[in-house]
């Protein structure tokens, strides 16, 4: 497609209960970024994917969130036992480059965890 | 995690004013950007800029990277409805530094009014 394409754009969690998010980068583009962002905040970074390769997790807020992309094109975000705090919209932005920041962004996935 | 300072925080305004708004942070960055983001969808870019001190124009839009490099400011001339969103500032140190990892503001919630 032509856009960074998220999804499922809404999902409800009870919490305890595992998740996984999915993100279609643009074809071809080598970087893959994860941004959490909560309620009347900026995004926050959490994990950047250059190809296949995850070259910074240190946004990650706990050992429960895990992201992977092993074919250097569609990541996952995985969230296991979802708690309150972690409901919040999930960016995915993909790029041609490594840098500049010129990325796309998708629209998100809202996560409600209940 | 560390989110840049935006002023003002949110603001109405007639259509055909003019708008500014500002971006501080306590370090120093390479590169400066300016994303409008409405509601349901993913920031998208209006401005990058690269070089301390650059004044850049996309339409109606002014943006300009701070002498030292701590700061930035975007100005919308002739408000007009659909300039609705909110606006981030965003920076980041590439090529030091994690590649492209952002850093965004806490957002200017901008409204207007006929």
């Known amino acids: 497609g032509a856009g960074v394409s998220q999804s499922p754009r809404y999902k409800v969690a009870k919490r305890g209960q595992d998740v996984a998010l999915r993100c279609d980068p643009i074809s071809g583009h080598v970087s893959l970024f994860w941004y959490q962002q909560a309620l009347g905040q900026g995004p926050e970074f959490l994990t950047y994917f250059q190809n296949e390769a995850q070259l910074d997790k240190s946004g990650l807020p706990s050992d429960r969130f895990f992201a992977e992309r092993p074919e250097g094109s569609v990541s996952t975000l995985k969230i296991q036992r979802t708690q309150q705090e972690d409901s919040a919209v999930y960016l995915c932005?993909?790029?041609?480059?490594?840098?500049?920041?010129?990325?796309?962004f998708g629209s998100g996935t809202r996560l409600t965890v209940v | 995690g560390q989110q840049l300072n935006q002023s003002p925080q949110s603001m109405f305004i007639q259509e055909g004013e003019d708008v500014s708004m500002n971006c501080t942070s306590s370090?120093?960055?390479?590169?400066w950007l300016w994303y409008k983001q409405e509601p349901g969808e993913g920031p998208v870019l209006l401005i990058a800029l690269y070089k301390a001190g650059e004044l850049t124009s996309n339409g109606r839009l002014t943006a300009q990277f701070g002498i030292t490099r701590k700061d930035s400011f975007l100005n919308i001339s002739a408000s007009i409805p659909s300039d609705v969103g909110i606006y981030f500032c965003a920076g980041t140190t590439f090529p030091t530094g994690t590649a492209s990892k952002l850093t965004f503001g806490t957002g200017t919630r901008l409204q207007v009014t006929l």
């Open positions: 932005a993909s790029s041609l480059l490594q840098g500049g920041g010129g990325y796309t």
């Open positions: 370090s120093i960055f390479n590169t």
